[in-house]
Each structure stands twice: as structure tokens, then as C-alpha cells.
């Protein structure tokens, strides 16, 4: 239903995402309860900011250059 790429356990961004969500979720409520649209507004960019984490490149850990550093 929401093409998983892959196990949960193999999100390295799942933290930033649940961290993400928290606050634009967190910004929405206090927006509505003080009636400010730009509030709820950067709630809005925060969330979304939260989705388009999904579509960017990930980093291979073949890549790291501490471990050709070290080699």
C-alpha cells in the first residue's frame, strides 16, 4: 500500500523522519490553536520536508572514505 523499499530495521532515517513529523505536527497544533496561518504554514513545509527525505539518494556505506582512509 506504500511501496516499501525495503525492512523498517534498514531505514538509517527513520529517527530523522519520526523527528521530522514530531515537530511539523507539533507546529500545526499550535498554529491552529493560535489562529496563525504562517505557523500552520511552516507546519506544512516541515511535513513535507519530512516526505521528500524519502526520495533522497542514499548514501552507500561502500563509499565511506573513513574506510579507505584506513586501509
Not at 511535513?47 to 526520495?55: D, E
Request: hydrophobic letters at 50%.
Amino acid at each position: 500500500m506504500f511501496f516499501r523499499r525495503g525492512d523498517a530495521e534498514d531505514d538509517d532515517r527513520l529517527p530523522a523522519k519520526i523527528a521530522i513529523f514530531t515537530v511539523g505536527a507539533l507546529l500545526a497544533l499550535v498554529g491552529m490553536i493560535l489562529q496563525n496561518d504562517w505557523v500552520v504554514g511552516v507546519a506544512a513545509l516541515v511535513l513535507a520536508g519530512g516526505i521528500f527525505i524519502r526520495f533522497a539518494p542514499r548514501r552507500d556505506p561502500s563509499d565511506d572514505p573513513q574506510d579507505r582512509s584506513q586501509g
